[in-house]
């Protein structure tokens, strides 16, 4: 997998577009919250999150807390795991077992059509897979990108700029520390 992609599997990559509607853009580099204009007219909420109408219980209130909580329990804050623990039981959530070829797997489903149900549901299947913990956030742009490396250790959006979102923060950081190296070296000697 090239180091820029990002898109998480199955329905945690809708959990990781909805962390990513709160971003810092490359051009501005402003905080920018694109909740409220996205819930404010249908169509636009569509080309967002075309699988997953918003119901009236969706409110921008309450999808920005979702949003905040699940960007703490990504940067592994024991905040957000809390936090998680109370959505799991605030949201309507049904267990079901399905068969999948010779294996039996329990499914967490949201059991009303709500879509802070369905992300709820999606990281709670995400945590049991294991492939919650590849979902991060970059610990400078804080952008919301799926690991797809072998062994996990992935911690920047990306060390290259792959396209669009890609701000290669790896390589910014490596230069900040490379440069930091040698000011020092210039100041002690
Ligand atoms: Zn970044």
Known sequence: MPDHNQTAPGDLEVV???INTWSIPNDTREETDALPQLAGSPELWRTGFPENARARVDTVSRLQRLRTDLRRACRREVSGEDALNEWFSTAELSVKVRSIGDA??????????????????GVANAIASGEWLRLKTCPDCQWAFYDHTRNGTKRWCGMTKGG?????CGTIAKVRAYRAREEKKGSTG
Request: no cysteine.
């Open 104 to 121: 039996v797997k329990l499914i967490v489903e949201p059991s009303e059509a709500s879509f802070v149900g369905y992300v709820v549901a």
């Open 164 to 168: 669009p979102e890609g701000r290669a």
């Open 16 to 18: 990781r577009r909805f």
